[in-house]
């Protein structure tokens, strides 16, 4: 998982609004998005509440939980340590652009089958970081590598064993399939 530096990154074309505002364009699940924003905002922020793609979640505000991962330009980042100017011209995928109509994402119906969460507040980063170390990792994962890779994600409901089966399901089930929207 990466992160971006905490200073706004002439990117794209991010430009100067009004005082302190910026016009931030990018691709957000295949599509076209643009805000004008306090050039502070962060991803996650921008995603919630310009964009109101809610799936997004901030579970804390220490950069620990992992709620609120997201791919940009195809690798998982906390969105919660992201400005959104210093993605303007980024691809964007969030849980969102996961599903194909109703058919979920092998993903997320690997959570599903092996019941990999309980309230479900962590399971969009969960899942979000679990396509990411597939992309790094590959298809065959071990429960070790999974656990591992899970560092960044924290759930305190389901003790992780559910989900690190749904991971490797999950992985195994990613073999030839799309990764992400991105
Ligand atoms: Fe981003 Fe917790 S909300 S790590
Ligand atoms: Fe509740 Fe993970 S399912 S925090």
């Known amino acids: 998982m990466f992160f971006r530096k905490s200073q706004p990154q002439a990117q794209g074309a991010a430009s100067p609004h009004a005082a302190g ?3 931030v364009a990018m691709t957000v699940n295949g599509k076209a998005a643009s805000a004008d924003v306090d050039s502070r905002t962060l991803l ?3 995603l919630r509440d310009h964009l109101r793609l809610t799936g997004t979640h901030v579970g804390c505000d220490t950069s620990q939980c992992g709620a609120c991962v ?3 330009d195809g690798r998982a980042a906390k969105s919660c340590t992201v400005l959104a100017v210093s993605c303007d011209g980024a691809k964007v ?3 969102e652009g996961l599903a194909q109509g109703d058919k979920l994402h092998p993903m997320q119906e690997a959570f599903r089958e092996h019941h990999g969460l309980q309230c479900g507040f962590c399971t969009p ?3 979000m970081a679990a396509v990411d170390i597939v992309n790094r990792k590959g298809n065959q994962l071990d429960e070790a590598t999974v656990r591992h890779e899970l560092e960044g994600n924290l759930c ?3 003790g992780y064993h559910n989900i690190v089966a749904a991971v490797r399901a999950g992985a195994a089930a990613m073999s030839g399939t799309r990764q992400a929207a991105e």
Do not use: K, N, Q, S
Request: charged share 10%.
């Open 156 to 158: 305190r409901c389901t």
């Open 21 to 23: 505002t910026v016009r």
């Open 44 to 46: 996650v922020h921008y």
């Open 125 to 127: 980063g969960m899942i």
């Open 93 to 95: 995928a969030t849980i």
């Open 70 to 72: 997201v791919h940009v």
